[in-house]
């Protein structure tokens, strides 16, 4: 019979697999008012707060089909609320784009979507975000946001 695991092997266990998983799509589609109908594509895994992904090619997507809406990405460890890089992120992403983005975020106490108007936007939480079959994400935003 295996003996049981030591505390200290218990705590690397939960650190190591989850901290090296987070993972980002490209969220495309449209946006009608106050509706934003998003599909998730080109998955990306990495580090969590180094989750690395062709910048290039979002910018030549949204310049051949103006339709890249903002991003999707996963908190495995922790809620889904912009961090401080998320933040950062999202600014210069809205500055480049010329046109408000949503952050989609998938955390340990759920989905949450925010919309960054321009880039001194803290996000604006959307009024709800579902997600749906097939990467569709549909984000719904707040009255007056
Ligand atoms: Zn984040």
Redesign the pocket.
Known sequence: MARPPTAKQVIQARKAPKALCEEFWLLVGRRQGRIWYARRIGRCVGEPATVGFDGLAVLEREERKHDVLGFL?T?PTSAAT??R??LHTMRAWTSAFGKPLLCI?TGTDGLAGYLFADDRSRGWPLLTVEAFPRGVIIGVEADGG
């Open positions: 990405h908190h912009p961090s890089r998320d975020i």
